[in-house]
Nanobody
Framework: VRLVESGGGLVQPGGSLRLSCAGSGFTFSSSLMSWYRQAPGKEREWVATISPTGGGTNYADSGKGRFTISRDNAKNTMYLQMNNLKPEDTAVYYC???????WGQGTQVTVSS
């Protein structure tokens, strides 16, 4: 199982980023997938989850209305579109194949002026 996140970076408050998570070594299209994040000095927290078909999504309150989780099973890739970013969104963002318990290495998102 391999999960590789990308798309992080430095962005100003109010800006946008789209994170990607490419999966391999497992049946991506059958897998429940999630995004998590971990800010410095804090525990890792759940951000959003998407069903295998993409028809069902759930979000933590922190991202509702600003974040959109999606997936392209033909590309074995999950996305997190983040809009109106705030300094408190600064964290390392990880993807997870939920039922496999597998994590990616993370991608850093920094929101700062």
């Amino acid at each position: 199982v391999r999960l590789v996140e990308s798309g992080g970076g430095l962005v100003q408050p109010g800006g946008s980023l789209r994170l990607s998570c490419a999966g391999s070594g497992f049946t991506f299209s059958s897998s429940l997938m999630s995004w998590y994040r971990q800010a410095p000095g804090k525990e890792r927290e759940w951000v959003a989850t998407i069903s295998p078909t993409g028809g069902g999504t759930n979000y933590a309150d922190s991202g509702k209305g600003r974040f959109t989780i999606s997936r392209d099973n033909a590309k074995n890739t999950m996305y997190l579109q983040m809009n109106n970013l705030k300094p408190e969104d600064t964290a390392v963002y990880y993807c997870k194949a939920v039922r496999l318990g597998s994590w990616g290495q993370g991608t850093q998102v920094t929101v700062s002026s």
